[in-house]
């Protein structure tokens, strides 16, 4: 196990560079043709953000204030924002290997290398949003305080977790159709069901608590609104943390299993 993590290691640290132009590459090919070009990456997410704003602020709350004093709608950017890029994860990242299979068949890249390129080019978009949250933050009359240095960490743990995920599940796809079908039409429970438009601590059902300790979504949605809007430390919640620390590792054991036992089968099936 040990030899595969150090060979997933190796390839992603050999062939960065190569990483590091494929994922601009993959930006400049999503917003080619278009006028706006990379303003569609704020362009989409605002309108999706004013959707559940106007929703929930103005319809279900109907304006109400909240406890800590800061508007309603930096908890929800908080939750939203992150939540982007674990959603591109999921319904495209764990089906990425379809979409380089020229890098497998032609050019022979590493296929863990591959979620990477995809990985990285997510974060960048993700990064852009997270200084558009930081325009908001301060706008909403927030201070620079310690707990936002939380978010570099957070984010970083994000990119590796589901990169992860992105590695394992890519080849399971790329064998079986059905297991991206599957991740795919999970995505939308997962984002009603995480806490990402609610706030999960709010639940006093103790079951339904332990079961969302080990939802990864929960953990990254809980742990941003926590830097940005509660002005708390993620280990304060040692419950979350225990479980996203059970998931993460069940999740590396896991993409080394799927790693070792596929990595030479997948080239043939693509």
């Not at 790329?174 to 009603?192: E, G, H, R």
Request: with cysteine.
């Amino acid at each position: 196990m040990l030899s595969t993590l150090s060979d997933i290691l190796r390839d992603n640290w050999e062939w960065r560079h190569q990483i590091g132009r494929l994922s601009i590459f993959e930006l400049v090919k999503k917003s080619r043709g278009a006028v706006l070009s990379w303003g569609w990456f704020f362009i989409k997410p605002a309108m999706y953000v004013f959707c559940f704003w106007f929703a929930l602020e103005m319809g279900l709350r109907q304006g109400a204030s909240s406890a800590s004093g800061a508007p309603y709608i930096l908890w929800l950017c908080a939750g939203i924002v992150p939540w982007f890029f674990m959603q591109d994860m999921i319904n495209t990242g764990t089906d990425v290997l379809h979409r380089y299979p020229y890098l497998v068949n032609k050019i022979k890249f590493p296929i863990s290398s591959i979620s990477t390129i995809y990985a990285t080019a997510t974060m960048i978009v993700q990064l852009m949003l997270m200084v558009v949250l930081f325009l908001i933050y301060f706008l909403c009359g927030q201070p620079l305080d310690i707990y936002l240095l939380q978010v570099p960490v957070l984010l970083l743990i994000m990119f590796v977790f589901w990169d992860m995920v992105s590695i394992a599940f890519s080849e399971l796809s790329a064998v079986s159709k059905d297991v991206a079908n599957l991740i795919q039409a999970l995505s939308t429970p997962v984002f009603w069901l995480s806490g990402v438009i609610f706030n999960v601590t709010a639940i006093n059902i103790p079951w339904i608590q332990a079961i969302l300790n080990f939802n990864p979504v929960t953990f990254f949605v809980t742990s941003f609104r926590a830097a940005f809007y509660e002005k708390a430390w993620v280990w304060e919640n040692p419950g979350l943390c225990i479980g996203f620390a059970v998931v993460f590792v069940a999740t590396l054991l896991f993409m080394m299993f799927v790693y070792k036992r596929l990595n030479k089968e997948v080239p043939d099936v693509l």
